[in-house]
């Protein structure tokens, strides 16, 4: 009991970080721990070993407010990012936008990456099995992260045990790097993930595959 009413206040605080409220009687929370061979971040190793996630979540009537943590990025550290948005649908039609604030305490230097520094508004639209999501950085002002001009986007085919994502970086509209992953899904718990690189021209890691395997266990 005690930990369902300390899941409770967090979502509470973070649904004020969304700019909403989410009445109590309607709100559904979750949290779960979870732990991957490395930090696999589009299509990249971020290097620093084996990653240990952590999240909250909050939703109810469509929108969603949270908090996720990782370990694993050996340039930027621990990890920490809040979230808040909107989903829905229509038949197969599938849609929502969420907001997304990146934020890295350990970071060396004077500068650190705190709320509202690196941001990105992340539309999506669906249809049956078919997804296509936009990740635009509105925010980046501490470097390393400090280009408003990157974004990034993915196509992805979703079935109930397999997906297959293609994801391409962007920096002013220019594509600098894409990648390729399929996911097989043994159960909720339990995913496998084969990464690989897409020769842009001079992406010297391209067609090295990346294998990633991820358990994440809920808290109840």
């Known amino acids: 009991m005690k930990m369902k009413q300390k899941l409770i206040a967090g979502a509470v605080a973070l649904s004020a970080f969304a700019g909403f409220s989410v009445p109590a009687v309607h709100a559904e929370v979750a949290a779960s721990v979870g732990v991957s061979n490395m930090y696999y971040w589009r299509g990249y190793d971020l290097g620093g070993g084996a990653a240990l996630t952590a999240d909250i979540n909050v939703s109810g009537n469509g929108f969603f407010a949270g908090a996720w943590t990782s370990s694993g990025d050996e340039s930027l550290g621990t990890e920490y990012d809040l979230y808040a948005g909107y989903a829905g649908e229509a038949g197969d039609f599938k849609y929502g ?91 909720d718990k339990l995913s496998f993930t084969v990464g690989t690189l897409v020769d842009d021209g001079d992406d010297e890691e391209a067609d090295d595959a990346t294998f990633v395997v991820s358990l994440s266990l809920p808290i109840e």
Do not use: C, R
Request: glycine share 8%.
């Open 97 to 187: 936008v969420s907001v997304v604030s990146y934020n890295y305490p350990e970071l060396g230097g004077e500068e650190k990456i705190a709320p509202g520094d690196y941001v990105e508004i992340i539309p999506m639209i669906g249809y049956g099995p078919l997804k296509v999501t936009y990740y635009d950085a509105v925010a980046a002002e501490v470097s390393p992260l400090d280009n408003k001009d990157y974004s990034y986007a993915t196509a992805e085919l979703i079935f109930e045990k397999f997906a297959v994502k293609y994801g391409q970086h962007m920096d002013d509209g220019d594509t600098t790097s894409s990648h390729l992953d399929l996911t097989y899904k043994y159960n």
